[in-house]
């Protein structure tokens, strides 16, 4: 037993309490390997260092049931979970000297008698929407073959490409020159090693010079946008070529369009109030628009992906993927979930449907737009 810890050294050591200990233990995130003759929890160094990596992930403010997803992931090992946690704790540490700055900024201000206006005042503290949903992300988000095929033909010959909202990857090509460009720490921090290199930049203001790559391209992540047309516009002016895989909101089609939002989810013409319309996305980049159907077994999670499998929509795993149902708010999304979930259990459901069953690919508002 020399090697293990007690849980009452354990809690000393890492300035914690023995019932925190004893909880992680009852939830199952920090087991102890081992019981002493006497039947005490008893740590070993494995235990130790997973327990390390949940109290670090606790400091960064994640959620318990998000820490168990990323403690858990076999995909990441100890190596991978510090280099993570550092990159994390070095954005935390570039936010608080931000805010230092914007503090004192104001200080001076109000010593001068002078006020600060409210957007002012705020936007330091803005918190990136994916800083707080983007550890749920690689779940269920991956790479759907079909479309990336559609959108590596789009890129043509372009050798270097540029990935805006790169996310953690998905559809970068693997045989160019990739650079990414991501604002979320947590989903920079996410992207497999061997990823091509990211910046941390918005798409409204590229720090790369006019015409520096090929192409530049932009999956599923337009609609984050506070900007999306300066965005757009952007990409045009660091790419000779743009390929953008986004959402036609425009008019009131997409209320039929698609039989969750027009059934259950009503709430999400809110999420489009002032979404700029295809026309003026297309002309941003000064290009057109292809419909890109979604196919009945999508690989890639995002929120149409499921149509002709709505028993995924019952799934948490797959809802906190999407940011739609965060962004709906909880009321919304429980409420949806549950009328769902009884139409599929009366066959209400099924009957409603039965014309999409029989297809292989449906038309859900989505587009390519090449420039
Ligand atoms: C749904 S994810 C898509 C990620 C990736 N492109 C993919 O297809 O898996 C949306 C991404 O857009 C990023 N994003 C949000 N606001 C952005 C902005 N202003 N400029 C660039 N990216 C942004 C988010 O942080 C998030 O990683």
């Not at 991978?80 to 001076?108: G, K, N, W, Y």
């Not at 259990?345 to 390519?368: K, P, Q, T």
């Amino acid at each position: 037993m020399e090697e293990h810890l007690t849980v009452g050294r354990l809690a000393e050591l890492a300035g914690v309490t023995v019932r925190t200990l004893h909880h992680y233990d009852e939830i199952g995130l920090v087991l102890p390997s081992a019981r002493t003759a006497a039947g005490y929890r008893a740590y070993s160094a494995g235990d130790v260092e997973r327990l390390r990596e949940v109290l670090a992930y606790r400091r960064l403010g994640f959620g318990l049931r998000e820490i168990a997803d990323l403690v858990d992931d076999p995909a990441t090992d100890a190596v991978a979970h510090l280099r993570r946690l550092r990159s994390l704790l070095l954005e935390q540490h570039d936010r608080a000297a931000a805010m230092v700055t914007a503090i004192d900024r104001e200080l001076e201000a109000r010593a001068m008698g002078i006020r600060t206006t409210p957007e002012e005042q705020l936007k330091v503290f803005g918190a990136q929407l994916y800083d707080v949903i983007g550890s749920a992300y690689p779940a269920t988000r991956r790479t759907e073959p079909r479309i990336a095929a559609k959108i590596w033909d789009a890129l043509g010959d372009a050798r270097t490409v540029l990935n805006v909202g790169a996310g953690t990857g998905s559809y970068e090509p693997p045989d160019r020159d990739v650079t990414a460009v991501e604002p979320s720490a947590v989903m920079r921090a996410q992207r497999p090693a061997g990823a091509a290199p990211c910046v941390a930049a918005a798409a409204e203001s590229l720090p790369f010079e006019d015409q520096s790559f090929d192409a530049a391209m932009a999956v599923s992540t337009v609609h984050h946008w506070p900007d999306p047309v300066a965005g757009l516009r952007e990409m045009r002016r660091v790419a000779r070529r743009v390929v953008v895989f986004t959402y036609d909101a425009s008019g009131t089609g997409w209320r039929q369009r698609f039989w969750l939002t027009r059934d259950y989810l009503p709430e999400f013409a809110d999420l489009l109030v002032g979404w700029p319309s295809l026309a003026d996305l297309t002309r941003a980049i000064g290009g057109h628009a292809e419909p890109l159907l979604v196919p009945w077994d999508c690989a890639d999670g995002f929120f149409e992906a499921y149509w002709r499998r709505p028993e995924a929509y019952l799934d948490e795993q797959v809802r906190r993927a999407v940011s739609v149902w965060t962004r709906v708010g909880p009321e919304a999304e429980q409420r949806a979930v549950d009328r769902l979930g009884d139409d599929l259990s009366s066959g209400r459901w099924a009957e409603r449907n039965r014309d999409i069953v029989a297809l292989d690919a449906a038309e859900l508002g989505l587009r390519l737009l090449v420039a």
